[in-house]
């Protein structure tokens, strides 16, 4: 197998070809190996390469009737899924020496279908932005225009599989995570509800339930099998989460039935929203009218300047805790970014009757959209406010940058928290941080699934995924939809030059 026969095929069908002995685990790999070598200095997507792992993983042979991907490439995130023995750095210099003393259950369950993990991904410092651009291992480059990064945090994760390396990668989604790198690449991923994937051994609920994991994938039917072999509860789990009725990809098998969709482009936050994204909606409105389903502008009754605070407040007071969490472990202050630096201050300072009250507005979200699916089956929406940002688009002004690093410095900031003096400066954060990703933070909040499906490819020939949300619990709706799309419009065999570089190579 070359390298072009090896990008005609999604996990399944390379699975299938190991089964039946047509080519070996050893070969996907170097294959997968030689494409990461070749894409690596452009895109920057892997901070972490695994080899002696994988081979020995392959040495030791897989279960073949219980490991329905033995023997394709794999590659994990590097953060919340720890493999034994590996660092899970998430991109911060506080936390390359903290070894994991034991696989993550998501990453158990990933060896156990027979994927074979030869590295790890490139994400933000732990995992707080809509791009990766750590300061430790560089910005992730979008392989479909060099100059605009990958989306985040599952960047890394994004940028591998379009470029090439792989056709199915690990994730994590706290804000939108999985969606929007997928929607920036072209790809494919499904956020799967509140529960229905444990976070064991080390936590009950990450980020009090907003966070879970996926996979970014070519094909709708490798993540339909992923979510089946991840989901499920583990021993201690706050809210097991009952297993479906049937495996979500017998379920994707099925035509959904005639689905009613309300759909908005109006961003929540009252921010401006580029015509590509509007015009990314009006093309998934006119395919999903050709395909028989009734769609109608509608959209949950949400104040979604408030989904912004509680959003914020939240995730202010988890940097707070995940850089104490590090420092108990030997980080030190100035091993985190200023950014990080600034919001932990901001989240330390906030009070516990402050973040209880964010927190219970979650419910208040969720009702409402509870209400809308009542009349929608589902609500679609753009993934983001435009397409992929250029390299630096979210970076500070220099002189933005020295006076926080200041104030950071001289703990007048967290004098000025403490104070209460700072509150318009939150919502003013809350607005800048959402302004170009205000849809996907809904469905965290929520708990509810969402998936991003990369129907539309700008003028400039740039992906621009859109957004479902479905009902608590029914990801299958959001399944049989997605094959009726990926049929309707195929995306697979649709890459960047970046990632047929190769093939020039083996003629």
Partial sequence: MNHTEFLRHDAIALAELVRRGDVQASELLDLALAQMARVQPAVNAVVRTMEAQARAQIAAGFDRQHSPLAGVPFLLKDGLQDYAGVPSGLGSRGLQHVVAKQHAATTRRFLDAGLVIFGKTNLPELGLKGVSDSQLHGPVSNPWDLTRNAGGSS????AAVAAGVLPMAAG???GGSLRIPAACCGLFTLKPSRGRISEAPLFGEVWFGACTHGVISRSVRDSALALDLLCGPEPGDPFPVMLPSEPFAEAARREPQRLRIGFSVASPIGTPVQPEALAAVDHA?????????ELVPAAPEIDGAALARAYLSMYLGQVAAEVAQARALGARGRDFELLTRAMAVLGRASSAATLSTELLRWNDFARALGRFHQQHDLLLSPVMAGPALRH???????????ALEGLVSSGLLALLARSGLIGPVVDAIAADNMTPVPFTQLANLSGTPAMSVPLYWTPDGLP??????GRMGDEATLLQLAVQLEQAAPWFDRLPLLARAGENEQK
């Fill in 155 to 158: 960047g890394g994760a994004a």
């Fill in 172 to 174: 994590s989604d706290g």
């Fill in 285 to 293: 409105v006119a395919l999903l009218q050709r395909l028989g389903h």
């Fill in 392 to 402: 630096g688009a979210t970076d500070l002004p220099r002189w933005q940058a020295l």
């Fill in 464 to 469: 621009l995924g859109v957004q479902f949300v």
